[in-house]
């Protein structure tokens, strides 16, 4: 039997037919397999996901792309139930080739890798393969996921030359590039995964235990980062598409939004940020003109005005409503989101709310809900990086939480010097420790530095940054604490050069990270999250990366 990757993936958060594609792997190949589903990428400002890649140390690696239903080709468009589908040739090829991108950021040389699609509905595949460029040997039909370890033998026919077997330590790093939550033990030849256990039983079924809250009609749950509050927007989401109700997920800021709509893709719920919705809704009746110098004053106040006045037309189009960062949510726009709730229909307001994080409404207050509850553990950090955002005023770290690298502080103060404690902190986290570009964040204290980081004559070769809405899986992200507010990553650096740093922009930017948190500034940034600064001289790649 293959090994699951993370061993507590959940598989009910897959399609019925990447489910079944799924247990039929693991199944049918020999325990030399990992089968690990859902990998996420990026590519050209937008994230996506492979369905499936499988790694052998002996048989390579395939990437895998799923379609359930009926496949029926006409000329180079695809239908699955004679419903239009992309390409599966074109979305495996490109896949494969954003997997091998990463791999070359971490500095990974796999011995082979090569892509098939999986039909689980298709019986009878034709001998010929199916559409243009999706060779027989590449499909894997009905009858194959019976047996894979036949139609991968006969999908490696056409390469005869010889592929040694992948050393133990690029299979580490190889797996390890899939997901950030796979952490491999090596013990001699032997491989022993283990999936970074985020959630304890017991703080799991307390967790579970909320999502009965949704019975109520208004509901706010309260915690610090990383205690769980995405994952229950995502549930509470889910339960109401399956109530067939209409549902609207409300999030403050553009990442975390795209972050939840990729979640919720199979669903019919409406996902943005307050103002994106607002518009959305406005739009059959009336465009709003945004100035060019809109600000905080304009977005504040407009947009809520505007749905307002075209309250009758808009209706009440939603029967459940779910807010994120409620905390954030201004005072005037409570009445016009509670408007959109059908009078008919649950009428059903969740919301969720880290008092700590009101970063842009001062003196916030708590809404009328009739059940209030509280989070009180950090599931997301490694026991070290929940110890500084402990510190940094967040909740506290799970029991059993898991001890990985500690936090680091590298003192720099010009932008010159920051710019090569970045270049070498980037070089350690990708080559020493395995950790995928696009699972690095790179947090400013305001836009000025994180400009003069994006702008940088080292960007690119050196320097591989992005913003938000250019990310891929060969930059890190390069964004201000305020932007990344919601997101988590494998690993984050902090920067932040000013004399009195914020301790509440370093508590947002610090409860980002899962496993690894860098610091880089001056002395008073390491005082500020209790941390030991390190000069240059201690920087493990600081030499070679300055040469």
Aim: contains cysteine; negative net charge; proline residues 6%.
């Amino acid at each position: 039997m293959a090994t699951l990757l993370p061993s507590d993936f959940d598989l009910s958060r897959l399609v019925e037919s990447e489910q079944s594609v799924v247990r039929s792997l693991v199944a049918g190949l020999d325990d030399s397999w990992f089968v690990v589903p859902s990998v996420e990428v990026s590519d050209g400002g937008k994230d996506g996901e492979i369905d499936v890649v499988l790694v052998s140390s002996e048989g390579g690696a395939f990437v895998i792309e799923v379609k359930g239903g009926i496949i029926r080709v006409e000329g180079d468009s695809w239908f699955s139930y004679d419903k239009p589908i992309q390409s599966p040739v074109a979305q495996v090829k490109r896949a494969k080739h954003l997997l091998i991108a990463r791999l070359g950021t971490m500095k990974v040389k796999a011995p082979f890798i090569d892509h098939l699609v999986a039909f689980p509905d298709v019986h009878d595949v034709p001998d010929g393969g199916i559409g243009v460029g999706l060779a027989r040997n590449k499909i894997f039909g009905s009858v194959d996921l019976a047996d894979p370890t036949r139609a991968i033998a006969r999908a490696r026919e056409d390469s005869h030359r010889e592929r040694p077997p992948m050393p133990a330590q690029v299979l580490t790093k190889f797996l390890q590039a899939l997901s950030p939550r796979i952490t491999l033990g090596t013990g001699g030849a032997n491989l022993a995964p283990v999936a970074r256990q985020r959630i304890n039983e017991a703080t799991k079924a307390h967790i579970t235990s909320l999502l009965n809250l949704d019975a109520n009609s208004r509901v706010l749950v309260t915690g610090g980062a990383g205690t769980g509050k995405t994952w229950l927007i995502e549930q509470w989401a889910l339960r109401a598409a399956q109530r067939a109700e209409r549902v609207c997920v409300i999030c403050f800021n553009k990442p975390i939004a795209d972050h939840l709509s990729r979640l919720l893709r199979d669903t019919s719920a409406v996902v943005g940020t307050y103002h994106d919705i607002v518009r959305r809704l406005l739009e059959p009746f009336h465009e709003i003109d945004v100035p060019p110098n809109a600000g905080e004053e304009f977005w504040g106040v407009v947009p809520t005005q505007k749905l307002m006045e075209f309250a009758e037309q808009v209706g009440a189009p939603f029967d459940t409503i779910i807010v994120d960062e409620f905390q954030d949510v201004r005072h005037n726009w409570v009445p016009s989101i509670d408007m959109l709730l059908d009078p008919a229909g649950a009428q059903r307001l969740l919301m969720v709310a880290d008092p700590a994080q009101d970063i842009y409404v001062r003196d916030w207050q708590p809404p009328r809900a009739s059940v209030v509850l509280p989070l009180e553990h950090n599931l997301r950090c490694s026991r070290p990086v929940a110890e500084v955002v402990e510190r940094l005023g967040g909740p506290k770290p799970m029991p059993g939480a898991l001890g990985t690298f500690p936090v680091l502080h590298w003192r720099a103060g010009g932008i010159k010097e920051i710019r090569k404690r970045l270049v070498s902190t980037l070089e350690l986290l990708t080559i020493d420790h395995g950790v995928p570009l696009r699972e690095i964040a790179v947090l400013t204290a305001n836009t000025k530095l994180r400009d003069e980081l994006l702008g940088s004559a080292d960007s690119g070769r050196l320097l591989p940054l992005a913003r938000w809405e250019d990310r891929h899986e060969e930059a890190a992200l390069c964004e201000t604490i305020h932007r990344g507010k919601g997101l988590e990553r494998a690993a984050v650096v902090i920067v932040d050069n000013s004399d009195e740093p914020k301790r509440q922009l370093l508590y947002v930017g610090a409860s980002r990270a899962m496993w690894s948190l860098t610091l880089i500034g001056q002395d008073s940034l390491a005082t500020a999250c209790g941390v030991q600064s390190n000069s240059a001289a201690a920087f493990p790649a600081y030499q070679a990366s300055s040469s």
